[in-house]
Nanobody, 126 residues
């Protein structure tokens, strides 16, 4: 069974930086891509960035140039470096991948995600 554990969230002022980490454990056979999503109360979860074993990286326009996704395969960990943070980046951030035991799929960057971490809160004050 796949488990995802996020860390690194917190509160920063606008213009600040945070780095989120997500450690993947368990059966990683189906985990060809890893993604970061975010959600605020009352809104739908949205994809933010993803990285795949193929080398494909995807960002939404709102974060391109400010956020950087990377992975350390030896540590089964994916990172999201977030710079020049804005108040509109405030959200719960979730790490995601695909597994055989996951639920319904949410697609981002051409890949289905169905397995989620517990989330880590990012709050950016103006």
């Amino acid at each position: 069974q796949v488990q995802l554990v996020e860390s690194g969230g917190g509160s920063v002022e606008a213009g600040g930086s945070l780095t989120l980490s997500c450690e993947l454990s368990g059966s990683t056979f189906f985990a060809r891509c890893m993604g970061w999503f975010r959600q605020t109360p009352g809104t739908e979860r949205e994809g933010v960035a993803s990285i795949c074993h193929s080398g494909r990286i995807t960002y939404i326009p709102a974060v391109k140039g400010r956020f950087t996704i990377s992975q350390d395969n030896a540590k089964n960990t994916v990172y999201l470096q977030m710079n020049s943070l804005k108040p509109e980046d405030t959200a719960m951030y979730y790490c995601a991948t695909s597994s055989s035991a996951g639920g319904s799929n949410m697609h981002f960057g051409g890949y289905p995600y169905n397995t989620w971490g517990q989330g880590t809160q990012v709050t950016v004050s103006s």
